[in-house]
């Protein structure tokens, strides 16, 4: 059981959402207002609602409208910070990196997914960048430690065995006998 703003900090509609605040900023802001940054979960929730709905809106991104919670412009105008840290490694090479959600409107539609989960360094400022605080005790639930897999890996096969590999692949299958591989 949370609160989340219905709209970006200052949660106030006739006031342009607040940019250029890096994550502890963000924190401190909700503080002085007697609430918090969201987790990223409660931000999730809040953005699909009971459902599984792949957008705020629905199954297809739209700028405008609100969440099935009558949360206001869940990610699509701007990327909105979370107190969740960057356990899996989105940013990799980014040492204590935080979650964020949503993106900037010319982002593509799959970056506004209410799932869609990206980081960065906690003292990011970006105009792109805003947050939106909650209210109750801070879920102990989280997104779970996965095993990360890496983008490539080294296969360790003879020579021989990867020939035979290219000759399989049609396209390939004239040069596997030449072949080489770079060392």
């Keep these: ?99 964020f959600r949503g993106a900037a409107p010319d982002q593509e539609a799959p970056f506004h997914r209410c799932a869609a989960r990206r980081a960065t360094a906690p003292t990011t400022q970006s105009r792109h960048l805003t947050f939106r605080c909650c209210r109750g005790p801070e879920p102990e639930a989280s997104y779970p430690d996965e095993r990360i897999t890496p983008r490539v890996q080294r296969l360790e096969q003879s020579l021989d065995e990867m020939k035979r590999h290219l000759a399989s692949v049609p396209e390939v299958a004239g040069f596997a006998e030449a072949f080489v591989p770079a060392t």
């Design 1 to 99: 059981a949370f609160e989340i703003d219905r709209r970006p900090y200052p949660n106030d509609p006739e006031r342009p959402p607040m940019v250029n605040v890096d994550r502890s900023q963000a924190a401190e802001l909700c503080e002085a207002d007697g609430k918090r940054l969201c987790t990223e979960l409660e931000w999730e929730r809040a953005c699909k609602g009971d459902g599984d709905r792949r957008f705020p809106v629905g199954d297809t991104f739209a700028t405008e409208g609100m969440s099935p919670f009558g949360v206001y412009a869940m990610g699509t105008a701007h990327g909105e910070w979370t107190a969740s840290p960057d356990i899996r490694e989105l940013a990799q090479g980014t040492p204590n990196a935080a979650v």
